[in-house]
């Protein structure tokens, strides 16, 4: 019994030696653990205690960044706005442009059509005063007349000019166009007409269509013969009178 005991203890403190000679001689450390569960928890989140830091470090820097993108997104979506608004303002000045300048050119191409009506007439003015003075030179002379029935007639049959301008021309030198009392006149200056020619007479139906009257007198002719068909009236155009064989 006394060697059973001697050997256990004997062994038990060769055991105790050997650990304390392997913690002198080892380089690593190497702990005799009562409580394993509650000394190795201290030491691991002890040790890791930066990790954990490290990974709140980084947490709070992908927010930081996770925010600057979607300010980024943001700013680029409302670039994209902005230059939406940009190329449709531009289409629309553009649009605006070419507008203005159809514009314009019509209404340089209507004004240098008046223009060019307007030259024309001017050049028909002239051509008329023209030919009214010689009209009204001729008038003028108490030759060119001619007496028939009890009134004196001009037969200008030389020239040929718009109703109006005929008027007009007999106004200045204070005569009338011709209208006729009765059909012995009619037929005696009939007889003096050129075949073929029209001859403006004083019979209109410019104030009201459909009423003529004489231009001398204002009111209706006393005496009239119509041509066959006549008076057409063709388009409400056939404003004026003419003789004519």
Known sequence: MFKIATYLVYASVVSSLYCIVKSENNTDSVCILKDPLTQCGAFCHASLHPLYDHM????KQWKTINDTLHK???KLDQLDRVEELKAAIERKIESRHVETVDTISKELQR????????VKTVETLLLVSQEKLSILQKIDSPE???LIGDKLFYIADHIQVPWTTAKIACELVNCRLAT???NEQFEAIQRKLRKGVAY???????????????DATGKAPTFVRWSEGEPGNQDDADD???SSI
Do not use: P, T, V
Request: aromatic residues 16%; charged residues 30%; hydrophobic residues 35%.
């Open 56 to 59: 709140a470090n980084l947490r």
């Open 144 to 146: 060119s007349f001619e």
């Open 200 to 214: 403006w007479i004083g019979i209109n139906d410019r104030d009201k269509e459909g009423e003529f009257i004489s």
């Open 72 to 74: 980024s997104c943001g």
């Open 111 to 118: 004004k240098f059509s008046e223009q060019a009506a307007l």
């Open 240 to 242: 004026c009178g003419f």
């Open 180 to 182: 006729f009392d009765n």
